[in-house]
């Protein structure tokens, strides 16, 4: 009996550790479009980073000759909420893409914790950041499961809080068989709004000191973008967060806001404190504001 357990159970442990590689790979793939290229050296340290402090210190890179970022400096406080913003092709993705070190900095140094994480293993390093994709894999398997991605080995209980934090449980009841409806490729497809609920469900399973949430260009109702915000606010307490934001109405009540213009790090600040200077962040939110406001227009007519 133990004989036909054994390879029972190995193959459990096979197949939790294929969801766990799967888990990364969507992060992978969500973010980059190559292989990524960077190695641990050898002295990379296993360290365990509990803070959430980051900080990036006169960054620069470029993905071939062309510099993308230039000289990029900022800290981020252990539970603070950063947010990123600029124009299309300012270069926000890819300062996450540096941050997960999919790519190495060409100048300056980035830090976790006051650990350069070219000194840290990936898997180190990776650990410490849970992201929210803007558009989430779901595998052909059952949605508890589909949250289950977060943590390989959490319990029932762990994941049934994590879809009440998410704001998915009402969804959730409304499904046909509930939790175990088949999601996926095969099975039920969920909207935008939701699939980024079920990647911040896996984000609360995950519990890294570090949250990124790279928010949907595409646009969503506005209960659905509620019930996101509601949801991103409890995995964000406690925890340092980044979002790239897309929308400056979800930014205004960020600790913090980056505003990245042609890879340059132009001002940062509080919402406040930014329309204040009636600079460059000043002139996005007014476009964008006065674009709202025609739209909200047209609708009511
Ligand atoms: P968006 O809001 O449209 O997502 P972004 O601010 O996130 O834009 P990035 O994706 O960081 O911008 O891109 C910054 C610049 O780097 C762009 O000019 C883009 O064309 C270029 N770029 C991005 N990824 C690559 C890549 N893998 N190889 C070469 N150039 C790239």
Redo the contacts with the bound molecule.
């Keep these: 009996m133990m004989q036909l357990f054994m390879p029972l159970n190995f193959l459990g442990f096979v197949y939790r550790e294929i969801r766990g590689a799967l888990a990364n790979i969507e992060r992978m793939f969500s973010l980059l479009?190559?292989t990524p290229l960077v190695k641990d050296s050898p002295t990379a340290k296993a360290v365990s980073l509990t803070e959430g402090r980051v900080s990036f210190d006169s960054v620069g890179f470029g993905?071939?000759e062309r510099e993308?970022l230039k000289g990029v400096s900022f800290e981020i406080e252990p539970g603070q909420k950063v947010a990123v913003v600029?124009?299309?092709?300012?270069?926000?993705?890819?300062?996450v893409r540096l941050l997960f070190r999919f790519y190495d900095v060409s100048q300056g140094a980035i830090r976790v914790d006051g650990i350069d994480i070219r000194d840290m293993t990936q898997d180190a390093l990776r650990r410490a950041i849970a992201i929210v994709p803007q558009d989430t894999v779901l595998f052909n398997d059952t949605l508890f499961e589909n949250i289950r991605y977060g943590r390989p080995d959490a319990s029932d209980a762990e994941i049934w809080q994590a879809i009440e934090l998410a704001h998915l449980k009402q969804f959730v009841e409304a499904l046909p068989q509930q939790a175990q409806t088949k999601v996926g490729e095969r099975g039920m497809k969920l909207s935008g709004g939701e699939k980024q609920r079920v990647a911040i469900a896996r984000a609360i399973l995950k519990r890294s000191p570090i949250l990124v949430f790279d928010e949907a260009?595409s646009s969503l109702d506005s209960r659905s973008e509620r019930a996101i915000l509601k949801a991103l606010d409890e995995v964000a307490k406690g925890h340092t967060s980044l979002v790239?934001a897309?929308r400056l109405s979800t930014v205004v009540d960020a600790d913090k806001i980056l505003v990245?213009h042609q890879?340059q790090l132009v001002e940062s600040g509080s919402h406040d404190s930014l329309l204040a200077a009636d600079g460059y962040y000043a002139r996005l939110w007014r476009i964008q504001h006065t674009k709202q406001t025609d739209e909200s227009v047209q609708v009511q007519h």
């Design positions: 479009d190559k993905y071939g993308i600029g124009e299309s092709g300012a270069g926000k993705s890819t300062l260009t790239i897309h990245l890879g």
